[in-house]
């Protein structure tokens, strides 16, 4: 009695150790909708077409291992039964030189099949990466906003190889198995049925445990990836804050933070580990039993006479290969669910569709004139209950600026990127030159504007490459003609390799105004006539903020510039000010119609000018 206890007690925490943990939901990375192997197929498929031919070259290679295989063993039977039994040396040397010409030949097939497989998985890989990130960057601002960068970019790298490892690697494993017990089954049929027959028992065994793994293991390796992603995530959102995180002390919480998530994999991971490292010793007795039992059984046919000694051992030469394929498949079935596990996340990216597409037939927008209209504009942003923007309408023409000034959540931002079509409006319309944004196509809209942000953008390259990424095709002269517009020219000279310096990642080698003088470079090259200005002196203190106003006015002259500003200050010489209010706009005029009303915007403007003219105290 208590020894069964005991092997329940047993059972029970060998399921417990075999457990995939179920993931949290709501985590930071939810896991993706299943999909099924075939549907994996048919969705990657068409990525490896281009290189049908080299991957047919490569199954035919793969074809040819197994048929040398045979054919060594083979060999090897002619040199027991007619060179080392008889002890003739009549065949030594014609055997010897089979043998030889075998390897040379093994070695070419071997070279070119891993040449040729290796250079088409790669370009499949190539192929689907920069698809899958062409495909990002078609979606709109409103998905990436609400996804984590760092699971993107595990998705981008780890999932894709995994589709590579089945679509490709796989199939090319699989048939060279498949062909492989082909050969080797049909080769022990030749030298004794009766063998044959027996040694095939361990098959369904071989079968039956492997469906039993691959049901875990698949279960394990969904979980994996899905807590790749979530390391990325955490890793990126963490390191991208880096200032935040030391200037709150928060390292070792965040460390703590990163730590917890890789407990997750490491737990999925030593799950998929136990999974596998118990599928191999399992399959190695079966395996070794099938092999004892035929010495046997061979050993009983031998004394009958039924079947040489040279037949004998190349049968168990033949069976030990047989059951390698076979140990194979079962070891793919759960590369296959490791695959499909990576395919998932990539199929669910690939199938978000833009929320803001380019119309069928879109209106042609060539260089406009720069007539811009909000017609009672309303506009909510996904899973939000209440408008971001409501019934907004006004109208700003070239030469003219017009500034939306309000507090923080009012709306303003959001004018900007209705007028950039990152989001189409729910109700109203936004045109310029009288052409509706929605039928004219994204990137012709954007040609169009200019746009210098609160936290400038820059990319982690030279300086050059910065100014010129609003127009690659800029000259030189046109590049520093823009540099010294921006007021920008004499602190690029004095950087250490001038033009050429790296600005770092998000330019953090440079401070907050020169960023701001290098956007405004990048939008005099550019060159648009509608001009978007969205908070660019925001953080900069009084001296900085004046060198980056000065040039920014040069920007604006003759093009229709659209300010977004909490400073009142900067924007009084606009040619109309709204300002927004919950989305709404509460008051709208001139600088001096407005102060002349008397309502929110006045007393606004002049709590902002009392507080720029306090005397500002030393620090002690
Ligand atoms: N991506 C988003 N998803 C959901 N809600 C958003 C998103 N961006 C902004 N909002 C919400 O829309 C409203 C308007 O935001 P918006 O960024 O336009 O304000 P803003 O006036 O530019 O603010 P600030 O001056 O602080 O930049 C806010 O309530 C904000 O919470």
Redesign the pocket.
């Known amino acids: 009695m208590r020894a069964m206890t005991r092997i329940f007690a047993f059972l029970a925490r060998l399921r417990a150790l075999l457990a995939v943990p179920t993931p949290e939901s709501g985590g930071l990375v939810e896991q993706a909708p299943v999909v099924g192997v075939r549907e994996i197929f048919r969705r990657f498929w068409p990525y490896a077409r281009p290189y049908r031919w080299w991957w047919a070259l490569v199954v035919l290679l793969v074809l040819v291992g197994p048929v040398l295989d045979t054919v060594t063993i083979w060999l090897f039977k002619i040199l027991v039964d007619e060179v080392l039994v008889p002890r003739d040396f009549e065949l030594f040397f014609a055997l010897g030189g089979a043998y030889l010409g075998i390897t040379v030949l093994s070695g070419i097939v071997g070279f070119t099949d891993e040449y040729v497989s290796t250079w088409v998985a790669e370009r499949f890989l190539l192929d689907l990466r920069t698809d899958l990130f062409g495909h990002l960057h078609g979606l709109s ?2 998905f990436l ?2 996804r984590k960068i760092g699971d993107m970019l595990s998705r981008l790298t780890g999932d894709v190889y995994a589709i590579e490892n089945l679509v490709l690697s796989g199939t090319i494993q699989a048939l060279s198995y498949l062909f492989k017990i082909v050969l080797f089954t049909g080769a022990l049929f030749v030298l004794s049925w009766r063998l044959a027959v027996v040694s095939l028992i361990a098959v369904p065994a071989f079968w039956a445990s492997a469906r039993y793994f691959s049901r875990r293991i698949k279960a394990a390796s969904r979980e994996k990836r899905r807590r790749s992603g979530t390391i990325g995530a955490v890793a990126e959102e963490s390191l991208s804050n880096a200032s935040l995180v030391k200037a709150y002390g928060r390292e070792s919480a965040e460390t703590d933070r990163f730590h917890r998530e890789n407990l997750g994999s490491f737990a999925a991971e030593m799950v998929a580990t136990r999974l596998h490292a118990l599928f191999t010793p399992l399959i190695d007795l079966l395996e070794i039993g099938g092999v004892l039992l035929i010495v046997g059984l061979g050993t009983w046919e031998l004394s009958r006479g039924s079947i040489s000694l040279g037949g004998l051992l190349v049968f168990l030469g033949y069976l030990s290969q047989l059951y390698s394929p076979v140990r194979g498949f079962g070891r793919l079935t759960n590369t296959v669910y490791a695959a499909s596990a990576g395919a998932e996340r990539i199929i669910e990216l690939l199938d978000q569709v833009p929320e803001v597409r380019d119309p069928v037939r879109p209106r042609g927008l060539g260089r406009v004139h720069g007539d811009v209209v909000f017609d009672d504009v309303s506009f909510r ?4 209950d ?1 408008d ?2 409501h019934r907004i309408s006004f109208d700003v023409h070239s030469g003219q600026t017009i500034a ?1 000034v ?12 209705l007028l950039l079509r990152f989001y189409d409006p729910d109700s109203g319309a936004v045109t310029i030159d009288g052409v509706d944004l929605r039928e004219a196509e994204q990137q012709a809209v954007r040609r169009n504007i200019s746009v210098v942000l ?1 936290d400038a953008l820059v990319v982690d390259d030279s300086v050059w490459e910065n100014i010129v990424w609003g127009r690659p095709d800029a000259t030189e002269r046109e590049v520093l003609e823009a540099a010294r517009s921006a007021d920008a020219h004499e602190f690029i000279t004095a950087l250490p390799d001038g033009y050429r310096t790296r600005v770092g990642a998000h330019g953090r080698l440079l401070s907050g105004g020169q960023r701001q003088r290098i956007a405004i470079a990048r939008a005099m090259l550019r060159d648009a006539p509608i001009l978007l200005l ?2 660019p002196t925001v953080g900069l203190d009084a001296a900085s903020s004046a060198r980056v106003l000065a040039p920014l006015r040069r920007l604006m002259v003759d093009r229709t510039s659209i300010v ?1 500003s ?1 400073n009142l200050i900067t924007v009084r010489d606009a040619n109309l000010i709204l300002l ?1 209010d919950h ?1 709404r706009i509460a008051e709208s005029g001139t600088h001096a119609e407005l102060m002349h009303r008397d309502g929110g915007y006045a007393s606004l403007y002049r709590l902002q000018q009392r507080d720029s003219t306090l005397p500002q105290r030393e620090p002690a």
Not at 381 to 384: A, D, F, L, Q
Not at 406 to 417: D, F, L, M, N, R
């Open positions: 601002i409103g906003d609400r942003y996904p899973s939000t209440c971001a923007v939306l309000g507090a923080s959540g009012s709306g303003k931002s959001t004018t900007g990127k609160q969205d908070e977004v909490h927004l989305g």
